[in-house]
Nanobody
Framework: QVQLVESGGGSVQAGGSLRLSCALS?????MGWFRRAPGKEREGVASILITGGITYYADSVKGRFTISQDNAKKTLYLQMNSLKLEDTGTYYCAAADLGSGAWNDDRRYPYWGQGTQVTVSS
């Protein structure tokens, strides 16, 4: 089992920045960030492998968001810059002990945090 606790959400104006953190009870092979916008299904935002050298991003956030990890602190981060209104949603961190399957397939992640709200306003 892995426990995950997100923090860092909040309200920000468009163009601003936020950094999300996710504290894990132990490191896992694959970690990711997902989000659910109002009225939409959950979607993958970014993913990283424990080695740190391989990352994946949704096209909608490439160049604006950066996923990173600190294995010593067992913490996952998501730096979000140039935030847009459409980035509003509940953000979840997720973890998996295996790296098989598509990075943005939420069925591949058995462990989830409770979510943190990000609201971007104009």
């Amino acid at each position: 089992q892995v426990q995950l606790v997100e923090s860092g959400g909040g309200s920000v104006q468009a163009g601003g920045s936020l950094r999300l953190s996710c504290a894990l009870s132990r490191n896992t092979w694959r970690m990711g960030w997902f989000r659910r916008a109002p009225g939409k299904e959950r979607e993958g935002v970014a993913s990283i492998l424990i080695t740190g050298g391989i990352t994946y991003y949704a096209d909608s956030v490439k160049g604006r968001f950066t996923i990173s990890q600190d294995n010593a602190k067992k913490t996952l981060y998501l730096q979000m810059n140039s935030l847009k209104l459409e980035d509003t949603g509940t953000y979840y961190c997720a973890a998996a002990d295996l790296g098989s399957g598509a990075w943005n397939d939420d069925r591949r992640y058995p462990y989830w945090g409770q979510g943190t709200q990000v609201t971007v306003s104009s």
